[in-house]
T-cell receptor
């Protein structure tokens, strides 16, 4: 079993829809969670990060963490064609230093005009 | 957000030659930098973790003699692909972790084509 599981998609939604992207994990040591967006042929771009369970909102994006279920989500409201990209979740143990970050495989999202 | 610069963005080299890719954190200090490889339509594959002032830690299956990593300062890490072959053609991406905290920022990636 992989430490981080993420549905690769592709996920196709109409413009304006609410998108839900999810990852599950098995390592209870993970305390720090990140979401990245990667456009084709580009490096990943950090969207959001969070330490705690609950919701964190930034514009149209909401990151949700449920540590009891080992489940994290990224919601995109009012999705736009420019949101079409691959979304990667990432996580690591909380403490700093040289902790390894584990990535999901990425979910490809396509927002159709 | 923090900026990580990767250079060159594209490089074409002849088989048997060596290629160096630089990764710089422009506005923060990075004790740890990571090097990834990504094949088309596939996820990031961690190759090695580079810690400033010490030897890199390579993932299983990655040849340390072929992918030479140097992390000489808190803002610069380099990946040298030694004696490159066509099968080394890929998208190489670096990332850097800020000295304070766990946030990781990625470079734009470098496309390597070996002919």
């Amino acid at each position: 079993q992989k430490e981080v599981e993420q549905d690769p998609g592709p996920l196709s939604v109409p413009e304006g829809a609410i998108v839900s992207l999810n990852c599950t994990y098995s390592n209870s040591a993970f305390q720090y969670f990140m979401w990245y967006r990667q456009y084709s042929r580009k490096g990943p771009e950090l969207l959001m990060y969070t330490y705690s369970s609950g919701n964190k909102e930034d514009g149209r994006f909401t990151a949700q963490v449920d540590k009891s279920s080992k489940y994290i989500s990224l919601f995109i409201r009012d999705s736009q064609p420019s949101d079409s990209a691959t979304y990667l979740c990432a996580m690591s143990p909380q403490s700093g230093g040289y902790q390894k970050v584990t990535f999901g495989t990425g979910t490809k999202l396509q927002v159709i005009p | 957000g923090a900026v990580v610069s990767q250079h060159p963005s594209r490089v074409i080299c002849k088989s048997g030659t060596s290629v160096k890719i630089e990764c710089r954190s422009l506005d923060f200090q990075a004790t740890t930098m990571f090097w990834y490889r990504q094949f088309p339509k596939q996820s990031l594959m961690l190759m090695a973790t580079s810690n400033e002032g010490s030897k890199a830690t390579y993932e299983q299956g990655v040849e340390k003699d072929k992918f030479l990593i140097n992390h000489a300062s808190l803002t610069l890490s380099t990946l040298t692909v030694a004696s490159a072959h066509p099968e080394d053609s890929s998208f190489y991406i670096c990332s850097a972790r800020q000295l304070a905290g766990n946030t990781i920022y990625f470079g734009e990636g470098s496309w390597l084509t070996v002919v």
